[in-house]
T-cell receptor, first 116, second 117 residues
């Protein structure tokens, strides 16, 4: 079974440009999460989808970030326009939404975004 | 609100020595606790998780963690370090959202483990 995949693995863009990150969750996982790790800091939650609906977007830093999950399958995270402080590693995770502690989030390898 | 503190951003041990990575949490409700590991150029992999079934949790690659409610701790240990254990380790806590069985993870700062011969 394929794991969570993310594309691209690396992206280098200039300030003011637009970048779109993609995440393909494990097949059948209704829950999809985005996290970000800025250099030297902890991994922080951005938002959570259940199928195509945004369950929790409390971690989105500002309105330059737009996440979508059309059809409840893959998700995209667009940053427009990108700023220097957006640099970091963006992780995607998915889970089945099992009862109680059984639910486990499986992470992708991340997308390293560098804004120059 | 929950939080996680990992004591020590870098830990260095000799091959064959005990590994101890510390994690303390703060949560207003009984937490679900996790340890993840990130090997170089890879994503986060689940090592183990606390499900309240047992306070001593065994995970992959010989790691285990003990949940101590009185100390609000969930330290990760391995009796004998191997060179392949060199990685970054993350402790995380999850509080379920509105009675659901899922929710965001709150991570500690991470601990880089170095194993030297």
């Amino acid at each position: 079974e394929a794991g969570v995949t993310q594309f691209p693995s690396h992206s280098v863009i200039e300030k003011g440009q637009t970048v779109t990150l993609r995440c393909d969750p494990i097949s059948g996982h209704d829950n999809l999460y985005w996290y970000r790790r800025v250099m030297g800091k902890e991994i922080k939650f951005l938002l959570h989808f259940v199928k195509e609906s945004k369950q929790d977007e409390s971690g989105m830093p500002n309105n330059r970030f737009l996440a979508e999950r059309t059809g409840g399958t893959y998700s995209t995270l667009k940053v427009q326009p990108a700023e220097l402080e957006d640099s970091g590693v963006y992780f995607c995770a998915s889970s089945q939404g099992l009862a109680g502690a059984m639910d486990t989030q499986y992470f992708g390898p991340g997308t390293r975004l560098t804004v120059l | 609100a929950q939080s996680v503190t990992q004591l020590g951003s870098h830990v260095s041990v000799s091959e064959g020595a005990l590994v101890l990575l510390r994690c303390n949490y703060s949560s207003s409700v009984p937490p679900y606790l996790f340890w993840y590991v990130q090997y170089p150029n890879q994503g986060l992999q689940l090592l183990l998780k606390y499900t309240s079934a047992a306070t001593l949790v065994k995970g992959i690659n010989g790691f285990e963690a003990e949940f101590k409610k009185s100390e609000t701790s969930f330290h990760l240990t391995k009796p004998s370090a191997h060179m392949s254990d060199a990685a970054e380790y993350f402790c995380a806590v999850r509080t379920n959202a509105g009675g659901t069985s899922y929710g965001k993870l709150t991570f500690g700062q991470g601990t880089i483990l170095t194993v030297h011969p």
